[in-house]
């Protein structure tokens, strides 16, 4: 049973325009997500994370935003750039522990 | 500095075989993880070291999976014998519990081809 879902396997977006990525989770306690990207051929790298006291982060043109009520948190990529794309992971956490639950990926090809 | 490294990149073998996967964490990360990603299952955690010492090994799949940790510097991923489902790419990563952050590091991978 999956505890973190993100369930858009792909996405396609135009150069310049937003980019949504979304994740769902279903255990409520936890309280620290993440996002990391990965190329092809490269290991996952982080990219931005956000604590369940807050409801949003912003790192750039990055922004991480959790609704705990609907248990749902998304990214938000503006303006999207063809560099972009890459497959994007979310993950949930129990902060100050190891374990990160991972959802299985989105696809993100940013067109030019 | 130098990340995370695993070796080798790639990995064919014939099912029965037996396959061991290498991993160098970063210098003075304390923590370090072996990760599989398939397609229907995502990133999966398969075992957690620190300081050396296994703590969490529940991901792993069953007892053809072994990890060990002998020091700080080097880890190793067995698979004893080798089946055709073990085809995944296997990740490490290592992260340091001591600067306040847990973030995780990951390396490029290990792409495993079971034949």
């Known amino acids: 049973d999956q505890q973190v879902k993100q369930n858009s396997p792909s996405l396609s977006v135009q150069e310049g325009r937003i980019s949504i990525l979304n994740c769902d989770y279903t255990?409520?306690?936890?309280?620290?997500f993440l996002w990391y990207k990965k190329y092809p051929a490269e290991g996952p790298t982080f990219l931005i994370s956000i604590s369940s006291i807050k409801d949003k982060n912003e790192d750039g043109r990055f922004t991480v935003f959790l609704n705990k009520s609907a248990k749902h948190l998304s990214l938000h990529i503006v303006p999207s750039q063809p560099g972009d794309s890459a497959v994007y992971f979310c993950?949930?956490?129990?902060?100050?522990?190891?374990?990160?639950?991972f959802g299985t990926g989105t696809r993100l090809k940013v067109l030019a | 500095d130098a990340g995370v490294i695993q070796s080798p990149r790639h990995e064919v073998t014939e099912m029965g075989q037996e396959v061991t996967l290498r991993c160098k964490p970063i210098s003075g990360h304390n923590s370090l993880f072996w990760y599989r990603q398939t397609m229907m299952r995502g990133l999966e955690l398969l075992i957690y070291?620190?300081?050396?010492?296994?703590?969490?090994d529940s991901g792993m799949p069953e007892d053809r999976f072994s990890a060990k940790m002998p020091n700080a510097s080097f880890s190793t991923l067995k698979i004893q014998p080798s089946e055709p489902r073990d085809s995944a790419v296997y990740f490490c990563?290592?992260?340091?519990?001591?600067?306040?952050?847990?973030?995780?590091?990951f390396g490029p991978g290990t792409r495993l081809t079971v034949l």
């Open positions: 255990n409520s306690m936890f309280d620290y």
């Open positions: 070291f620190n300081n050396n010492v296994p703590i969490d």
């Open positions: 993950a949930a956490s129990f902060r100050g522990t190891y374990k990160y639950i």
């Open positions: 990563a290592s992260s340091s519990d001591r600067e306040g952050t847990d973030t995780q590091y």
